[in-house]
């Protein structure tokens, strides 16, 4: 039978220390099989079970540098390998000289925690979602999130170890809120330790990564422009960068949508500068654009999926832009910038190939063999049935102030009933 030492259970990688390193060891190995696995070469001093992402390596120390040497010398020449619970285990020399002792990092209280996020959409949890959780213990310093063997992970930084730990305490082993996720994940589980860390070094600001200690940290391109190594969603779509301007998409056209019925949607959320409208792909497309990403945001979760009608018709779907400043020469039908009063009209453009064009003053009903928009979509359509039902997290104080209960939409005919927009936020789970 050919010798193991001919075989990868043995490596000759590491000078000779009386510490080694043992691979391929069942799962959960305990202290009791390593130091039996020892004990015929010497007395064991020491122990590290469970080590790597798998958990299936370990570290033993001898009290003598010729006792590893024996153990390792017997098992390169022998014809039986060594085994724990039937299970060939491969032995090499450790490139450290000691076990310091049987503690982790992960053992030993810090201001920096180690948040393992489990679940099938765990890398799907974004960076703001995690500081909402952790915030809620204390300021959040920095986070950084990435990807290991071990799964989605993330460091997350706080002043002192005392904050951290009280974090730690009340949050390991709990599931994130389900209304801070999108209705479409499942649940996710956080799994923490302490890291060895106590101060992350964030040169940008991404969505990989935060500080919230200096505002004025550049933002990093691939935040802008989207990296090589993009996070894509279920739906196969690269997640987005958030923006002040909003793309658009109007689907099921049955009646005509025009400048004013957007902005008359749009700026329930808050002041809207300009918007575009554009002809993409057979169907209506708009760029909105909001002073702030903030307001654009809110907008964006309260109105993505919603329809204009009742009815399922003239359904927004809703992505950011990459555009951040729109320019307008001329107001027209098309285009409308609000920011300037005196900008030069021009006559109104075609508006293309539509579901229901509209033909005359936008506050006249469209008489043609379709009904378009005008006062109000035919009887039996109610207008503007914006339910906010999206379970959206809204931190207190933060619903614009456009957003007042019971506001009401302007009506294009004042014998039309105007339709009341409720609360954004006001029906999410409590």
């Given at each position: 039978m050919a010798s193991v030492s001919s075989q990868p259970q043995f490596r000759?990688?590491?000078?000779?220390?009386?510490?080694?390193?043992?691979?391929?060891?069942?799962w959960e190995c305990t202290e009791e099989e390593l130091i039996e696995l020892g004990k015929p070469f010497g007395k064991v001093v020491n122990t590290k079970c469970n080590v790597g992402a798998n958990r299936n390596q370990a570290f033993i120390e001898f009290a003598d540098l010729n006792q590893a040497i024996a153990m390792i010398s017997y098992y390169a020449s022998s014809s039986e390998p060594a085994q724990v619970r039937g299970k060939t285990v491969y032995l090499q020399y450790s490139n450290r000289q000691e076990i310091v002792n049987n503690k982790t990092a992960a053992d030993v209280p810090g201001n920096v925690l180690l948040v393992t996020i489990e679940g099938a959409d765990a890398r799907l949890v974004s960076i703001d979602v995690l500081h909402l959780v952790f915030s809620a213990f204390g300021f959040?310093?920095?986070?950084?999130?990435?990807?290991?063997?071990?799964g989605f992970q993330a460091l997350v930084q706080f002043s002192d170890a005392e904050t951290a730990t009280s974090a730690k305490d009340a949050l390991d082993g709990r599931s994130i809120p389900r209304y801070l996720l999108p209705e479409h994940m499942g649940p996710c589980t956080l799994r923490i330790t302490y890291s060895g860390h106590s101060d992350l070094s964030v040169k940008f600001q991404s969505h990989r990564s935060r500080d919230y200690t200096n505002p004025y940290l550049p933002v990093a391109p691939s935040a802008v422009?989207?990296?090589?190594?993009?996070?894509?969603?279920?739906?196969g779509k690269r997640l987005e960068t958030e923006s002040n301007v909003l793309l658009a998409s109007i689907e099921n056209m049955q009646y005509a949508v025009t400048l004013d019925v957007l902005?008359?949607?749009?700026?329930?959320?808050?002041?809207?500068?300009?918007?575009?409208?554009?002809?993409?792909n057979g169907g209506l497309q708009a760029l909105i654009q909001?002073?702030?990403?903030?307001?654009?945001?809110?907008?964006?979760?309260?109105?993505e999926g919603h329809c204009i009608y009742?009815?399922?018709?003239?359904?927004?779907?809703?992505?950011?832009?990459?555009?951040?400043?729109?320019?307008?020469?001329?107001?027209?039908?098309r285009s409308r910038d609000y920011t300037i009063p005196n900008t030069p009209n021009a006559q109104p453009s075609i508006l293309g190939q539509q579901s229901a064009p509209m033909v005359g003053p936008p506050g006249q009903p469209y008489n043609g063999s379709q009904t378009g928009w005008g006062s109000g979509p035919p009887a039996g359509v109610q207008s503007m049935p914006m339910q906010?039902?999206?379970?959206?997290?809204?931190?207190?104080?933060?619903?614009p102030q456009q957003m007042a209960p019971g506001m009401q939409f302007p009506s294009h005919n004042s014998s039309q009933p105007t339709t009341t927009l409720p609360a954004y936020g006001s029906d999410r789970a409590q």
């Open positions: 000759y990688t590491q000078p000779p220390s009386k510490v080694l390193h043992l691979r391929n060891l069942p959040v310093h920095k986070i950084t999130t990435f990807e290991k063997t071990a422009e989207g990296s090589g190594q993009a996070m894509v969603g279920l739906d902005h008359m949607v749009f700026s329930a959320f808050g002041p809207v500068q300009k918007i575009a409208m554009f002809d993409k909001y002073p702030d990403t903030q307001t654009a945001v809110v907008a964006k979760e309260a109105l009742d009815g399922g018709f003239c359904k927004l779907h809703i992505s950011y832009s990459r555009h951040t400043d729109l320019s307008i020469k001329v107001n027209n039908d906010m039902h999206n379970n959206v997290y809204m931190p207190p104080g933060s619903m």
